[in-house]
């Protein structure tokens, strides 16, 4: 039997986007998702303890508009795994099912960038915030939001009460997220924005307060050198003088941490890996067997980057009823799913100046083992 649909919008969003007729016409490809169905915050394990179930504060999420086309999931799939090297965008793996897992990795102990970050995060909150003045924070790829716990506690210490606007793919952590913050920050007004980040910022409503924008968890690493800078100068271009940029990376490190990292022993990343077949199942009425694939992620020191791959075990014709084609995978082939780059300090500043934004502080963890870089518009 099929699943059910889901409610990611993104989803809905990119079916949208391949609307015959407003394809032709090259109007807006954007329509509002259906509205967000609540869905217990139970599930979420948010800062280490279960959430409430029955949550007073309702919240919803605002869908951003894509401010340029961005290619559907059947374009996406079309392209990407018809293609050589066979690969697809990372933000597919975040159905709810995936959102979930990632929040498990998190605490994996061989996962160290959420704990190595919290901690970072923890230690310089307070100088962020008197540094930042922060009047909202809008968080990019937000998540459960556990880290950004930090900052709130620092704010309600400073007395500095900003608004926040948390920006996901998954609505369904959006909407979990929002009502247990609003819960343990009651002063703490929520906006959530559900949509695709690299489909544009520029339709984020703009403020006339100052901005702190954060996007952590060593993120900006999923992007390529190219879609990184573009992306940077993207949001260069969103901040105006007085805003800041608080961005989290990771950084290179002995391969055998970085490897143990995406192969825990638990297998939650292996499962997370395979979720991405789950969702082209669901999506596309694909028949992905998920037991043919193996989770195979190695550190590429050439390019500095973890490779994460799904690797057929066997020969295989995959069909797909939302596409007029089967898929024909050979034992041994690899599908890569996601990069997670490891940046130098120098490295991670360049990138940075080269989008047109300066560095305030640079803050690492102990060892050096993850970066948390404070900018602001040059
Ligand atoms: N910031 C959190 C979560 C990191 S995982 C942390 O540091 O732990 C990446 C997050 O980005 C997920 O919540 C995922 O749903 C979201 N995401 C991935 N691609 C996205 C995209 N293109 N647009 C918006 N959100 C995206
Ligand atoms: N942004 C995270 C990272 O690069 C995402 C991530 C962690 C991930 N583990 C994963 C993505 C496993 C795919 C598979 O560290």
């Not at 509205?35 to 948010?46: F, G, S």
């Not at 789950?278 to 999506?283: A, G, P, Q, S, W």
């Not at 084609?325 to 990069?339: P, Q």
Request: aromatic letters at 8%; proline letters at 6%; a negative charge.
């Amino acid at each position: 039997m099929r699943q059910a649909a889901p409610r990611c919008p993104v989803f809905a969003q990119r079916r949208a986007a391949v609307e015959p007729d407003e394809r032709r016409t090259g109007r807006a490809i954007w329509r509002p998702a259906r509205p967000v169905r609540k869905r217990a915050a139970r599930e979420y394990r948010i800062k280490d303890r279960n959430v409430n179930t029955a949550l007073s504060t309702p919240i919803a999420c605002e869908p951003i508009r894509p401010t340029r086309i961005v290619p559907s999931l059947s374009e996406d799939v079309a392209r990407g795994l018809f293609g050589a090297p066979r690969t697809l965008p990372p933000k597919y793996f975040y159905d709810e099912r995936g959102s979930l897992l990632f929040d498990r990795i998190c605490d994996v102990p061989e996962y160290y960038p959420t704990r190595t970050e919290s901690a970072l995060l923890q230690r310089i909150a307070r100088e962020v915030i008197e540094t930042a003045r922060p009047e909202r924070i809008v968080e990019l790829g937000s998540g459960t939001s556990r880290k950004t716990r930090h900052l709130f506690d620092a704010c309600a210490e400073l007395e500095c009460h900003p608004a926040y606007a948390p920006v996901d793919v998954c609505d369904e952590v959006l909407v979990a997220s929002g009502e247990a913050l609003s819960e343990d920050y009651p002063w703490l007004d929520v906006r959530p924005f559900v949509g695709d980040y690299t489909a544009g910022l520029g339709n984020l409503p703009r403020r006339a307060t100052r901005d702190l924008v954060v996007f952590l968890g060593g993120t900006i690493g999923n992007f390529t050198r190219e879609q990184a800078t573009d992306f940077l100068r993207e949001l260069r271009a969103m901040l105006a003088p007085g805003d800041t940029l608080l961005l989290g990376a990771d950084r290179v490190k002995e391969p055998d941490v970085l490897h143990a990292a995406y192969n825990d022993d638990a297998g939650l990343t292996a499962e997370f890996n395979l979720n991405l077949l789950r969702v082209l199942n669901r999506e596309l009425g694909a028949d992905f067997d998920l037991a043919a694939f193996e989770h195979y992620a190695l550190f590429n020191p050439l390019e500095s980057r973890i490779e994460m791959h799904l690797i057929a075990m066997r020969d295989q014709t995959v069909t797909f009823e939302g596409l007029h084609d089967s898929l024909h995978l050979r034992e041994g082939e690899n599908i890569l799913t996601e990069i997670s780059r490891k940046f130098t300090r120098a490295q991670l500043e360049s990138m940075l100046e080269d989008a047109g934004l300066r560095v305030v502080r640079h803050y690492e963890s102990d060892a050096h083992k993850f970066s948390l870089v404070l900018a602001e518009p040059d």
